[in-house]
C-alpha cells in the first residue's frame, strides 16, 4: 500500500516562503515526541540534537563525524531511537541509527539509513509531495 503526504511551507527569515519535505514522525523513548523532521534523501544518515536524545534516552554507544557544506565537520555520538510513521491506518514502528549533535541551531535530520530501507520513496517537486511505499523486508 502506499500513501502521499504534501510537503509543508516555511516562512525563511527573508520572508520568503518555501516549500520543505517535512514529515509528521513519533520518536518514542523514554518519553514520546510528535515531530515535524526534514526528510533528507541527501544525508546518509539521521541527527538529533543532544537535548532531544536526551529526553528520549537514547544511549550513546559509539562516537563518528559528521561533513557537511564546505567540509564542515560535527563530531557525534552514535545511538539507535525507536520511530513510528505513517499516515491514517498505515503506522509503521521501527528502530533507526542515528548521530546526536550537541551543535547549537542543528535541526532534527531523518537521512537514508534504516528509513529509506522501509519505503520506495518518490520525491514530486512539480506537485510539492512525496509518496511513501512501504517494502516488505525479510
Given amino acids: 500500500m502506499a500513501f502521499t503526504l504534501k510537503y509543508k511551507p516555511v516562512k525563511l527569515r527573508s520572508g520568503k516562503i518555501i516549500h520543505r519535505p517535512l514529515i509528521p514522525f513519533t520518536f518514542e523513548g523514554l518519553e514520546k515526541i510528535d515531530i515535524f523532521v526534514i526528510l533528507d534523501s ?3 544518515i539521521s ?17 563518528n563525524e559528521i561533513f557537511g557544506i564546505a567540509g564542515n565537520s560535527i563530531k ?8 513510528s510513521f505513517g499516515k491514517g ?11 546526536i549533535s550537541d551543535k547549537e541551531g542543528v535541526s ?3 537521512g537514508r539509513q534504516g528509513f529509506f530501507e522501509q519505503f ?3 520525491f514530486s517537486e512539480a506537485t510539492k509531495r512525496m509518496i511513501f511505499k512501504k517494502i516488505n523486508i525479510g
Avoid at 557525534?76 to 520511530?83: L, T
Avoid at 491506518?89 to 548521530?99: G, M, N, Q
Fill in 120 to 122: 520506495d520513496i518518490t
Fill in 108 to 110: 532534527i535530520i531523518l
Fill in 76 to 83: 557525534c555520538g552514535e545511538g539507535k531511537v525507536k520511530i
Fill in 47 to 63: 541527527i538529533v540534537p543532544k537535548d532531544v536524545a536526551d529526553i528520549l534516552g537514547i544511549k550513546i554507544t559509539g562516537e
Fill in 42 to 44: 541527501g544525508s546518509d
Fill in 89 to 99: 491506518h498505515e503506522i509503521y514502528t521501527f528502530e533507526i541509527p542515528v548521530l
